[in-house]
């Protein structure tokens, strides 16, 4: 079966400005997203999505693809990721006669994604015949505790019934990890991205959303800390 990773990486972002190509601990954040899907040696292709040149030569100079860029559609802040990996599957059909039957859409500021972690996610979509595999992780507070503050200001929970519930009995809630997600290309037309979905349950350390300059740094230490745990990081 023939398969492909697309990084998308447009050239806008608001809250960190130019943030698939900052510096994550000396290099382009997106290389590493580039360099674990290379050295994974699950696919066929690697292929950066982009309008934008920098991220383009980027992404060449570090081994990704780059045959077409992004069109105006799929370029703004409301495009969807669905939209984007169906244009470059069409893009390829239409333009270089190439099918892919398993796609794994790889995010761009996701350093902490692992080679065994995207083979995992492999295993499972095929061996289970799931639609697709994501990552997740359990909510560090259970959300069954969740308070809200209402209009007036008044702050009451959502759960109430949950009050006196020890933590330990509240079932366990996980959230998606925003790292990847395998998923068959029959269903990039008619997808739901929690129909016939399996997923692999990471830790905490090997997470981390990234949306402010506080986020950056927490996933810099958090690489730090399992590239030391590996034995493999050298300050």
């Not at 000396?26 to 309008?51: H, N, Q, R, W």
């Not at 040149?53 to 077409?68: H, L, M, R, T």
């Not at 190439?98 to 979509?125: N, S």
């Not at 949306?211 to 034995?231: H, R, S, V």
Request: net charge neutral; aromatic share 12%; proline share 4%.
């Amino acid at each position: 079966m023939h398969k492909i990773a697309i990084i998308p990486a447009r050239g806008g972002s608001k809250r960190i400005p130019r943030k698939n190509i900052k510096d994550f601990l000396c290099k382009p954040i997106i290389v590493y997203s580039i360099e674990t899907a290379l050295k994974s040696g699950l696919f066929d292709e690697v292929m950066v999505s982009t309008e934008d040149q920098e991220i383009a030569d980027i992404a060449v100079k570090y081994g990704a693809k780059v045959p077409f860029f992004r069109s105006a559609e799929t370029s703004g802040d409301f495009a969807t990721t669905i939209s984007v990996i169906r244009e470059v599957v069409a893009q390829y059909r239409e333009q270089l006669k190439k099918e892919f039957d398993l796609i794994c859409c790889i995010y761009p500021a996701a350093p902490l994604i692992r080679v065994q972690h995207l083979a995992i996610g492999l295993d499972l979509l095929q061996n289970k015949n799931f639609d697709s595999v994501f990552p997740v992780v359990a909510f560090n507070y259970p959300i069954w505790r969740g308070v809200e503050i209402t209009p007036e200001g008044i702050t009451k929970m959502i759960w109430p019934e949950f009050q006196d519930t020890r933590s330990q009995d509240l079932k366990k809630v996980f959230h998606d990890a925003g790292q990847w997600y395998w998923l068959r290309n029959r269903v990039i037309y008619n997808f739901d991205s929690f129909q016939n979905t399996g997923s692999i349950v990471l830790s905490d350390l090997e997470t981390q959303d990234i949306d402010n300059i506080t986020d950056w740094k927490l996933a810099e230490i958090k690489y730090k800390l399992l590239q030391e745990l590996q034995g493999l990081y050298k300050d």
